[in-house]
């Protein structure tokens, strides 16, 4: 299942040939959201922990690790040789191209390629930490649902808190330290808050909807979180929810009503473990809504031979998916704060009642 990176330019082409699939919002939407992150746990014992963790690299850097590490490419020896091959293509992934930085990204890769026993045409494991399929026939996330796996993208937030909390990570995921399980989360946490990464439209030959878990599944019926929806201009609905604004990347401060905004956001209820799906299930309702009004013809092969359908967006679309990102984008920014301070509360949040 792929997941596209939204770049500018001929970056495109190369970041498909060289990096593959990449996940929510692309370098600029993932760096937001640990902006947001960073600036709400500003003098904490959370702020103190993550850079004690990380070192010189900050939150926002950190934030795009997990897709520069989508740049290791194996070997078709016998066994594989693994090797990092963007060094210099994505100025996001620069800091992480030192020779030290590079071994650290084919490291994580390798331990993370087929330990969850993909399946005959399916990405590697670790690029399927990214995301899940849930059908918006559904209002809620649940594991048992068709595009549910033991290592979607909920499953791997669930597993860098358990690193981060001194566990070892469950099956199938390799985390070996909590510099990695960190670099993993921040990213995961902003994927998870993409609509399109949770939340799925199952559509048949005729283009009509359906409900995959109603009936037996039939792949055919899998539109790869909206990257087969074409929209006749040459992007994809799932591109066009990965692009994000430049009004709301991190190289715009965040003004004082959207911060304010971001501190608003309401702690996720229960135990810390169960947040993953409780944001996926948030995420399925947005995606019901990213497809509101969206009409679709019948399925057809592209110029690849993929089977596609294409998609008809209404006049109001763009207005509504902006807003949406923001709000998304917020989210996901709060949301990880309020985690990393869930993880390391400050002295007085642990004297609490």
Same mark, same amino acid.
């Given at each position: ?60 850097? %950190?934030? !795009? $690790? ?39 990204? !084919? ?5 993370? $390629? ?15 930490? @990214? ?61 998870? @808050? ?43 609905? @799932? ?39 409780? $944001? %996926? ?26 089977? @596609? ?27 990880? %704060? ?10 007085? %949040?642990?004297?609490?009642?």
């Amino acid at each position: 299942m792929c997941r596209a990176l939204i770049v500018p330019g001929a970056a495109i082409l190369g970041l498909v040939l060289l990096v593959g699939p990449a996940a929510a919002w692309g370098p600029d939407g993932h760096k937001t959201v640990a902006a947001i992150a960073d600036k709400l746990i500003a003098g904490s014992n959370a702020a103190t922990q993550v850079q004690s963790i990380l070192g010189t690299t900050s939150l926002e850097d %950190a934030a !795009v $690790w997990a897709d520069c590490a989508k740049g290791v490419q194996a070997s078709n020896a016998t066994p594989p040789v693994f090797t990092y091959t963007g060094a210099g293509r994505f100025p996001e992934c620069k800091p992480f191209e030192t020779p030290q930085g590079q071994a650290e990204m !084919v490291d994580f890769a390798q331990r993370n $390629w087929s330990n969850c026993n993909p399946k005959a045409g399916e990405e590697v494991c670790h690029k399927q930490y @990214h995301y899940a399929d849930i059908s918006i026939a559904h209002d809620k996330y649940a594991p048992t649902f068709v595009g549910a796996r033991p290592d979607d993208v909920a499953s791997a937030i669930s597993a860098t808190i358990a690193v981060l909390q001194g566990q070892p990570a469950p099956a199938p995921f390799s985390i070996k330290d909590k510099r990695e399980a960190l670099l993993l989360l921040v990213h995961y946490v902003g994927d998870i @808050h993409q609509p399109l990464h949770v939340g799925a439209i199952y559509l048949d030959t005729a283009g009509n909807r359906v409900n995959p878990d109603a009936t037996p599944f039939d792949p055919a019926t899998d539109t790869k979180g909206g990257n087969d929806i074409h929209l006749g201009d040459g992007r994809n609905l @799932h591109a066009t929810w990965d692009a994000v604004p430049a009004e709301m990347t991190s190289g715009n401060p965040l003004d004082a009503a959207w911060f304010d905004s971001a501190k608003k956001v309401s702690k996720t209820s229960g135990k810390i473990a169960t947040w993953p799906t409780t $944001w %996926a299930t948030g995420s399925v309702k947005a995606a019901t809504k990213s497809f509101k009004g969206v009409t679709f013809g019948p399925s057809s092969p592209d110029h690849n031979g993929v089977n @596609h359908w294409n998609g008809t967006l209404p006049s109001s679309y763009d207005g509504a998916m902006s807003t949406a990102k923001k709000k998304q984008l917020t989210e996901g920014g709060a949301r990880l %704060a309020q985690l990393l301070q869930a993880i390391w509360p400050s002295p007085t %949040a642990r004297r609490s009642p």
